[in-house]
Every structure is written in C-alpha cells, then in structure tokens.
C-alpha cells in the first residue's frame, strides 16, 4: 500500500515523539512492504512563530492532499498566562479538526499487564480495564459562540449541538460497542444542561437499531468517580467534546502515564492521529519524553487503513520494550533509556520481530 502521511510535530516534544513514530511506520514499510511518504508541515506556537498563523494555509493544504496526518502536540507556556493573546496555538488543532471534518476522536483506555504497578491506582481495581471514549470533537463549547464584554468584566462560551452532530457519532460509538463487549455508556449532565437532554434523546432512539447493544447513561460528575473506582465496568463511552477532553485525562491514570495513551480522529476521508498527552514543554528536546503514544497513534494509522497485522506488529513491539524495561523516565525513575532509544528499540522489533532485538545502552 502507498500511504501519504503530513507529519504534523508542532510543539514541545511533539517532534521528539513524532520522529519515532515515523520510525516505526518505515520499519513497516520495509517489514511489510508498503511505501509511506511523509511531509512535514507547522501548526501551533512553531507556525506562529514562523507565520503568526497557528494553521498556515500551506499546512492544511499539506494536510487535505494526504492520506492522513500524524499530528505531535500543541501548546507554549508563552501563551498560556497571557489573556490578551490575540491567536493562541490549540486554536490551530481546534481549526484542523474542524477543517478535516473530524468530527471523532476515538481514545482507548487500557491497563498494560506488565505496567500495572506504575498506576497510582491499587491493582484490583484496574486490572483488565478495556474501554474506549467516543468524543465529540467539532462541537459544544470548544465551537460556540464566545463573548467578552467590553470592559472585561462578563464573558460566556456558548455549548449547541444539533442533532445531525449527535447522530453521526452516535453510530460510530454503537457499532464499535457492537465490534467489543456491547456496552454503551452516555456520559453528559442531563440533570442541568439542555445538550445533555438532547444527547440522551437522540442516542436513546438511535439505540433502538442497535438492540444488541446494553445502553447506559451516566452524568459526568458520577462517571468521573466510577473511572477510577469501577473502570472494568466500561466498554465505549460517548460524550461530548469538553467532558470527553477532561474523562480522557483522567481515563491516563488507569495505563501508568498518559504518555502512552494514543488517539484517532475520524470522520471524513482523512484520518488524524495523535497521542493524548500535552506539549511538556520542560522535557522538550531533552531525549526524556515518552514516545509510546505517539507509536501507539500511528498503529491506530495502519488500524484506520485495515493495515491490522502491521499495527498489531507495533503494538507488539511496544509491549516487548514496556515487558524489557526499555522504556523512558516517566515509567521507571531509575531507566537509562531516552526517547530516542525506546523509538530505536521498537523500531527495530517491528523489522525483526524475535527476542534477539538488542537493548542498546549505549
Ligand atoms: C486534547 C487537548 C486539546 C483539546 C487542546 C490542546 C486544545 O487537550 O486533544 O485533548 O482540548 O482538545
Ligand atoms: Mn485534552
């Protein structure tokens, strides 16, 4: 297969963990026999930087003449405690979200085995947690209107859903439900918000085409204890954008880190793929970031392109490096690995495939 891929690194150690990913998609390439073509392109503080645009024209075209987009992280402490920004990075990510039509973004929460005891979590609780978040992702708060008065002093988000939002990713979320254990969960705060009941009213009729599916409806504040007391309770969760963005965070701690949680935004022809985690701006450039999640992201890539025995050749080769101890600061204090080597380590499992790979400590 010959995939064209933008490579989206943005900010922070977005490029550090982005070059792995690529690293581990060549191995691919060259175990599998497909060809990838990357190009690079900038978006957030890197493009503002360089344009004062945090989603350049040139960028998004990169973007809608590929096949999909590996996306790093995005954000800059430089903007974070200045109110009077007049263009902030994420606002870049919102606008290619909203620009490719990725109206889902699908993150799967899993306890790794071999990573149990790093979770702050107590063992019994966590073991053999599987669930996905389904959530909304050009909609709700994060795309309504926003006021400030003039004087500064009052300021509102507005949160809209129509129907037609609700029901495109209600039936993703079913049918990946119908794929797993069948179990559907609508996390919203139906008891305050006008959304919320329209969310409940029109996933409650969707469901009745998917009879085979267990549906339940959990308000947010409520899901947000259960993720951590009850997590093997859940199978997909749908929710909207902002308690889909929050859940998510929290859904991290049940893996270890939230730097091995990976995500896939769908929706329209082009795919977008990248890890949950932040843009760590402390750790950029300094070999220490975990590169798990983005590798992770893009065997999601070869996942959305039905590439399944590739992706699970990656998910393999992260396993064996989580199972060897190659793994970056983060999982283990006292490890000597940085993230060029973890990237290196899985990379060279997915072209080998045997125990034979080299731990490289050099
Ligand atoms: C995420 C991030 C983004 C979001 C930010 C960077 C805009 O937190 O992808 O979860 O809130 O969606
Ligand atoms: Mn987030």
């Known amino acids: 297969m010959k995939l064209n891929i933008a490579l989206l690194p943005g900010d922070g150690i977005g490029p550090d963990v982005v070059e792995q990913a690529v690293k581990s998609l060549q191995a691919v390439g060259e175990a599998f026999g497909h060809s990838f073509h990357f190009e690079e392109a900038p978006v957030g503080a890197a493009?503002?930087?360089?344009?004062?645009?945090?989603?350049?024209?040139?960028?998004?075209?990169?973007?809608?003449?590929?096949?999909?987009?590996l996306f790093g992280a995005i954000g800059d402490p430089k903007y974070d405690n200045d109110p009077k920004a007049k263009v902030r990075p994420e606002q870049g990510l919102l606008k290619l979200r909203k620009s490719l039509g990725l109206f889902t973004n699908i993150r799967p929460i899993k306890a790794f085995p071999t990573l149990i005891e790093k979770s702050p979590l107590k063992k019994d609780i966590i073991s053999g947690t599987d669930f996905t978040i389904y959530r909304e992702l050009t909609g709700?708060?994060?795309?309504?209107?926003?006021?400030l008065s003039e004087d500064g002093s009052t300021a509102s988000d507005l949160c809209e859903y129509s129907e037609s939002e609700i029901e495109r990713i209600a039936h993703l979320a079913f049918k990946a439900a119908r794929s797993r254990r069948k179990k559907l969960t609508l996390v919203d705060k139906a008891n305050v918000l006008e959304t919320s009941r329209l969310w409940r009213r029109v996933v409650g009729s969707i469901g009745e085409s998917y009879p085979d599916v267990e549906l339940d409806f959990l308000f947010v504040d409520n899901a947000a204890m259960q993720i951590i007391?009850?997590?093997?309770?859940?199978?997909?969760i749908l929710t909207e954008?902002?308690?889909?963005?929050?859940?998510?965070?929290?859904g991290s701690v049940i893996g270890g880190s939230i730097g091995l949680l990976a995500s896939a935004s769908v929706g329209s022809d082009i795919g977008m793929f990248e890890p949950i985690h932040g843009s760590y701006p402390q750790a950029k450039g300094k070999d220490i970031a975990n590169p798990v999640a983005s590798i992770l992201s893009a065997a999601m890539l070869l996942e959305h392109f039905n590439l399944q025995e590739e992706a699970d050749a990656v998910k393999l080769a992260v396993e064996?490096?989580?199972?060897?101890g190659v793994v970056t600061p983060d999982l283990d204090k006292e490890s000597t690995y940085g993230t060029v080597k973890v990237g290196d380590f899985i990379a060279d499992y997915i072209l080998h495939n045997d125990d034979s790979t080299q731990i490289n400590r050099e």
């Open 47 to 69: 493009a503002i930087d360089e344009t004062g645009d945090p989603l350049p024209e040139a960028t998004l075209a990169v973007c809608k003449r590929s096949d999909a987009v």
């Open 140 to 147: 709700g708060i994060y795309f309504g209107e926003k006021k």
């Open 229 to 236: 007391l009850n997590p093997g309770q859940f199978d997909v």
């Open 241 to 250: 954008n902002m308690f889909g963005d929050i859940i998510s965070d929290e």
């Open 320 to 324: 064996k490096s989580l199972e060897r």
